[in-house]
């Protein structure tokens, strides 16, 4: 398998498939549980020089790394990949960022957007094996970059990765909101690429969708169920105006959320180990103030809940039950990333087991901890907790930045506990660090910069609010309240 190779799994999925620490193994905790604060609003009057910076060298990753041609971006990069679309779709929404903060012009993020939407508006979509960049409206995971045809026969057709492909579409839809032809090309586009998607083909198992589908194998013996990346995968099912999915369909995606619900490191949340799982929708969607029916039932809302969750891994960090080397307060950090490999080192009387790519985080649902610390996890959290981020962005920069800081920001992940000579599948040893990582992905580069954005902005959200897609989902979800009920008094 080279080097980043990923599985065509689902993250979510992946982390099923985990042999993980069990939740009795927890160590002792004391953090008292966090109240919702003003800090997420006062803390944008006044951005650190160090946060700025970060913004703008992530950017400069989607836009150095993507083809100009076809707008594919990579998964992974500097080194050679394939194109992810997931990466796309944070890419699509970094262009907009990119004008509003003058890295490009306008003008620049319309040729750059145009290009992208109009290979996914042309692209063939048929059952073949590999003569296909998607199927139902539907797109493969991983794409060549070149051609822009499914990468591989291990490659999924993948409805969450599609999502958040659409979550760029839908944004250009959006943002590029004036009269001239190519802003509205773009607009046709987008409504083009979305009105097509068959959102009740993957309901094998209604009112459930399932995770993906191959020409081979057909359609994933696994749904979307419970809490995770997953909730824009169904507000755009709802939201859609030609193949909807039904009533039940959120109210069945929901069903199992007590199993993870209750008490973690001094935090009573909605528990999802990774915390990818609680920024990827929040990317798009602003959820504060706007609640469901569970979130009626807990009297919290889901960006409380990621805020608690955040809180959680800091204190996870600080007890440190693993042991590893380096965390802290201000040095934390679990999600889906790269690692140094798969092997078992015998250390001080111990075996360790370290893991290349796969789903580390903390929760109640798991723990999967191998002294891997991923940036993405806290910067993508940004908006959510900066008191508590931007000192561990900072810090991180200052104790390891030498070798985890480059030319766009934060590598992937590092990992101060591995000092093990051996062929690694991607990274390198540092001897007064550790492992570092070498290339940057796009699925952990885009919430650094997009939630960045969001803390300090809001421009985003607020341009998703907008969009009447995004709005009818969530209401036919049962969301009430907050700037949903506000936008429906606007004239």
Known sequence: MPANKRTGLSLALAALLLCVTPLGAQAKHTAKHTKPVAAATAAREKVPPMIDDLEKRTFDWFWDSANK???????????????????????????????????ITREQAIERTLATLRFFHDAPQNDSEDDATGYHGFFYHFLNMETGKREARWVELSTVDTTLLLGGVLFAQSYYDRDTPQEKEIRQLADDIYRRVDWTWPQVRKPLISMGWTPGGQFIPHDWQGYDEAMLVYILALGSPTHPVGDDAWAAWSAKYNRTWGEFYGQTFLNFAPLFGHQYSHVWVDFRGIRDAWNREKDLDYFENSRRATYAQRAYAIANPGGWTGYGENVWGLTASNGPGGLVVKSGGKELTFHGYTARGAGRDYISDDGTIVPTAAGGSIAFAPEIVVPALEEMKRRYGKHIYTKYGFVDAFNPSFHTQTDLRTGKLVPELGWVDTVHLGIDQGPILLMAENWRSEFVWNVMKKNPYIRKGLERAGFTGGWLEQAAKTP
């Open 69 to 103: 041609q076809n707008g594919l971006v990579p998964d992974h990069y500097p080194t050679q990949s394939f194109a992810s679309i997931a990466s796309v779709g944070f890419g699509l929404t970094a262009y907009g960022v990119g004008a509003e903060r003058g890295y």
